[in-house]
């Protein structure tokens, strides 16, 4: 990826400085911009496949038995950290605007390409508002795009997965499973042989029209997530596990150096989760059955750097192209991130599908991912860490709990 986007830099640079325009334009409209929309399009035929099947699973990963205790803890965990990892990246990008000051002729990129159809949240009240993310048929939902009510109705469906115990029931659940395997695959196989050239391509075709001016705004939003991502590793899990685990910030972070550099170089929860389960038991001393629930779980569904990353990027390319997105849009975004951090894979660059949807139904031209992709590599690094250790850190908190109601228990047989 990194050498798709120097050589889609690159040759977009010598191509603007050599060839005659004419040429060039014919070459863009032609070939380098076919070739990233169909890159785009890939991305967005496994946007409802991937959602539906890993907020399924995610969900019903909670089991029965632990729907109650670690269950709610659990979610509850993750709801109100990861709002404040996306609360911390919006604020981050409002404040501080990567995105903006650009000439205008990244706007007008904005208006070339044939992207896919943009969805657009209806402009009523918020009651209405409300009302219309409860689909009333899923299958008409997910054909118009209305990816609010397709998350709402994955969610039901895995909650009701999760408590309905039958023969017939687990073979849907083992079908799921084998949607998100599947899907899983297609996204490595996307990733692996036709993103570098649609990174290319797409870097190639906004080069040709903004020149050097595309670099200030990718650093300037590199150092926005990396910021947002330490002062949540830093500053939200030392306060978490200090006060909601009763543990030294200096004693989590020693213990779980391990599992941190296993996340860094693997870029993927799912593979970092035998380390961090290692860690949680001999460096933390966390009881098992917790810590391997939470972990296990967490490694789906608790992914707060992920949603943090999520809300920048979406945002940092609203700028960039001038959609202005009021407060109540930015809302929805936050409430969408957040449920993307349970519906997207641990693997590296698993978010991309979800950003590629947020994008779309915000009006937010998707082509502004190839500004992104070059340096994805090294920010999935960055937040994958910083999900492993929310995970790490969520275990803490939950087993402080599961001590707290077991200690009274054990005084009362006394």
């Known amino acids: 990826m990194l050498l798709a986007l120097a050589a889609g830099v690159l040759l977009g640079l010598a191509a603007r400085a050599t060839v005659p325009p004419d040429v060039l334009t014919w070459f863009v409209e032609t070939l380098a ?17 991937l959602l539906f099947s890993a907020l399924v699973i995610g969900v019903a990963e909670v089991g029965v038995g632990h729907l109650g205790r670690l269950g709610g803890r659990m979610l509850g965990y993750t709801v109100l950290v990861s709002g404040i990892s996306v609360l911390i990246g919006m604020v981050l990008v409002n404040v ?71 023969d017939a029931v687990a073979a849907v659940r083992t079908a799921i499973q084998g949607l998100y395997d599947i899907t899983m695959t297609l996204i490595e196989g996307v990733l692996r042989w036709v993103a570098p050239l649609g990174v290319a391509a797409l870097l190639f075709s906004l080069t040709t029209r903004l020149g050097p001016a595309v670099f200030r ?4 939003y590199v150092a926005v ?80 750097g992920t949603a943090l990353f ?39 660059a698993g978010s991309l599908p979800v950003i590629a949807m947020i994008l779309g139904m915000f009006g937010i031209p998707p082509e502004g991912l190839a500004l992104i992709l070059g340096v994805d590599r090294l920010l999935d690094m960055c937040r994958t860490t910083v999900n492993v250790t929310g995970d790490l850190a969520a275990a803490v908190y939950v087993a402080r709990g599961e001590r707290d109601e077991t200690a009274p228990a054990h005084a009362a047989g006394a």
């Open 217 to 220: 705004p990718i650093l300037a």
């Open 33 to 49: 911009q076919p070739i990233g929309q169909v890159f785009l399009r890939l991305l967005f035929m496994l946007v409802l496949p």
């Open 310 to 348: 999520e809300g920048v990027t979406v945002l940092f390319l609203a700028q960039v192209y001038g959609v202005d997105l009021d407060l109540t849009r930015q809302a929805v975004i936050m409430g969408i991130c957040i449920l993307g951090g349970v519906g997207t894979a641990g693997v590296p």
């Open 96 to 166: 501080l605007g990567p995105g903006r000051g650009l000439p205008d002729e990244v706007r007008e990129a904005a208006t070339t390409g044939t992207s896919p159809a943009s969805i657009r949240p209806p402009d009523t009240s918020a009651v209405d508002f409300l009302v219309a993310m409860v689909p009333d048929n899923p299958v008409r939902a997910a054909a118009n795009g209305d990816m609010l009510a397709v998350i709402v109705f994955s969610l039901l469906f895995g909650i009701a997965l999760a408590v309905t115990r039958t």
């Open 225 to 304: 997530v990396l910021l947002g991502l330490g002062i949540h590793m830093f500053g939200v899990y030392s306060l978490s596990v200090r006060f909601f685990g009763g543990m030294s910030p200096r004693e989590f972070f020693r213990g779980v150096r391990l599992a941190m550099i296993t996340a860094f170089s693997t870029a993927s929860s799912s593979a970092t989760l035998p380390t961090a389960i290692k860690v949680a038991d001999e460096n933390l001393h966390l009881p098992p059955h917790v810590a391997r629930f939470v972990l296990t779980a967490g490694s789906a569904m608790n992914q707060n």
